[in-house]
């Protein structure tokens, strides 16, 4: 399982995001700049930014969250 996290360099809030997942150590997680990564935006359907996507092992879209959470706890039932 990890966590897509689909950012801009020029997006203030995929700043504010950045820095939420700062700390955090328990799902991997892929930057992936929208910018460099096509193929990516296509495949998994982005449309704005931030956008995260929780994954699988089998690249199974487990949750999506657009725009900025207000917490990580929508992770929680994934963690335990």
């Given at each position: 399982m990890k966590i897509l996290k689909f950012f801009a360099t020029w997006c203030k809030p995929?700043?504010?995001?950045?820095?939420?997942?700062?700390?955090?150590?328990?799902?991997?997680?892929?930057?992936?700049?929208?910018?460099?990564?096509?193929?990516?935006?296509?495949?998994?359907?982005?449309?704005?930014?931030?956008?995260?996507?929780?994954?699988d092992e089998k690249e199974n879209i487990l949750y999506r969250q657009v725009g900025v959470p207000s917490n990580l706890s929508f992770l929680d039932e994934y963690i335990k």
């Open positions: 995929c700043n504010t995001v950045t820095e939420m997942f700062k700390e955090f150590k328990e799902i991997p997680i892929e930057n992936i700049d929208i910018d460099e990564n096509e193929d990516l935006i296509t495949k998994y359907n982005i449309r704005s930014v931030p956008t995260l996507i929780l994954i």
